[in-house]
């Protein structure tokens, strides 16, 4: 099956209930995506399918279609370039770091959605489990990454 994964087309060989992490971790070596907990509920395993925040681990490569756009957070931006991966390395949100391509993804797929979230839209949308409680820096980065992305529409 063909998949567009970061903006390339690439053709893999798997299963249709393979789920779609396994894919991409296994088959196309893009380890960014993280195992978690196996069962759609940490959020280690998100990435964007047509610019909406995915959990994959569940989620079988059957259900993307060749024209869907699989983003993963080597494809969200070159070298850190992203606004909210700028803002959670300057503001240091990461502890051990494990759950947090998950988190950036699925805030980087919220801003997309909502450029200007409320402190109750974040803690409610971003339901990622990060083990180490880093929830009010992940708060703080979300709000500035906000401002900096509205600031650059202006």
């Known amino acids: ?7 390339n087309i690439v053709e893999v060989d798997a299963e249709g209930d393979t789920p779609l ?3 991409l971790r296994e088959h196309l070596g893009l380890t960014g995506t993280k195992y978690g907990c196996g069962i759609s509920q940490c959020g280690s395993c998100t990435v964007h399918i047509d610019g909406v925040a995915q959990r994959t681990c569940v989620y079988p490569v059957s259900a993307v279609t060749e024209d869907q756009k699989i983003t993963t957070i080597e494809g969200l ?4 370039t992203h606004p909210v991966q700028e803002v ?3 503001l240091d949100v990461a502890q051990c770091g494990y759950c947090q391509t998950g988190m950036i993804m699925a805030v980087s797929s ?4 909502n450029p200007n979230p409320s402190d109750d839209e974040i803690r409610t949308q971003i339901s990622n489990i990060c083990r180490c409680g880093t929830y009010p820096r992940v708060l703080e980065g979300v709000k500035l990454a906000a401002a900096r992305i509205n600031e650059n529409e202006s």
């Open 1 to 7: 099956m063909k998949l567009n994964v970061n903006g």
């Open 21 to 23: 992490l396994w894919v």
């Open 77 to 80: 931006g070159q070298e850190e």
């Open 88 to 90: 959670w390395a300057e």
């Open 110 to 113: 919220l801003l997309e959605q």
